[in-house]
């Protein structure tokens, strides 16, 4: 197997694996959007909340904000040691006249913060207070679309790329037996630590399914 990096921005990473098949494949960009878990909003505490929408409403916006993630110091809950860390709790207090933000959400971990700034989430009037506490904790996409730290998808054919050192189908050395992957990021991890994390998940889940299989023997 031989691995070659064709594009990489701060969100998108674009890279060919020769070597493999279309089910190693599959399973790569699977691991990658499904198993890599992040920081994201599941529980809500409103202390106030005077704005148009109901906390319901209001809940589904704020889990949906992208949170950056330390996978280094967040455990899962049902992986997590007596000592680990499983929870990050933000705070917002707001008072109109005022359009609400990502923003405005103060984190109790510096390095764990929204990823962008300027998503909105309600308008409040004048002397109008929003005050909650918010709950986050890892997850991963296969168990709600909120966790997924982005996109991944591959081609396994002859394209023509415009952006990368004017590569050209019928002049690239891109054949079908090759799998070129794309990875967009939504932040909360870059490209590269979403594929690392894939392949130690892999390697997890293989060296778990050997030692089921022998003891099956």
Known sequence: MEISILDKKDNELIFMIKGINNAIANTIRRTIISDVPTLAVDEINFVKNQG????????HRIGLIPIKTDLKAYSLK?????????????????KGPKTVYSGDFKSKDEKCIPVYNNIPLVTLLKDKEL???????LGKGKDHMKFSPGLCYYVNAPVKFKDLND?????????????????????QLTPK???????????KNLAEFSKKIEKAK
């Open 78 to 94: 049902e992986e997590a040691t007596t000592k680990a860390i499983t929870e990050l709790k933000l705070t917002l207090k707001v």
């Open 167 to 187: 590569l050209k189908s019928e002049d690239s050395e891109i054949s079908k037996e090759n799998f070129v992957f794309f990875i967009e990021s939504w932040g």
């Open 193 to 203: 630590q979403m594929f690392d994390e894939s392949m130690d998940i892999l390697d």
């Open 131 to 137: 005050v909650l506490e918010a709950t986050a904790v």
């Open 52 to 59: 148009p929408l109901y906390d319901e409403i209001l809940a």
